[in-house]
């Protein structure tokens, strides 16, 4: 069901604006590639959040598999074969390079999802 709720839609943009920042001035061997992935996955989920009144767990478990999806398409070169290796802005949203810690980063930012949100849940 569609919906629009503020209290989603602050944590996209406060989510959206760390991760710009990220890629703006972040370049080294941690915060960059490892919490950047951590946070780009509670980042769709929020997003989704924002328009989507859903239970949690398919949400996370979409968002989680998008997550693996991207990662597999940088495994195959995907910005390379879109013709897009020069375009920086595309290398870094799509990304460049397969990674395993990549998944685990998803992986550990969606059990951090369902660990708050069941937290939340628990609260009321």
Do not use: H
Request: net charge positive.
């Amino acid at each position: 069901m569609l919906r629009f709720c503020p209290r989603f839609f602050f944590y996209t943009i406060l989510f959206f604006v760390i991760e710009v920042l990220i890629a703006m001035y972040a370049y080294d061997d941690f915060l960059r590639p490892y919490v950047g992935d951590y946070l780009v996955v509670m980042l769709i989920y929020c997003a989704l959040r924002t328009f989507i009144k859903a239970n949690t767990l398919p949400v996370v478990i979409g968002v989680l598999l998008f997550a693996y999806l991207v990662e597999v398409l940088q495994y195959f070169r995907i910005v390379d074969r879109l013709g897009l290796s020069g375009n920086q802005l595309a290398k870094t949203v799509i990304g460049y390079g397969f990674e395993w810690l990549d998944m685990l980063a998803y992986t550990l930012g969606v059990i951090t999802i369902i660990l708050v949100e069941k937290g939340l849940a628990n609260r009321k």
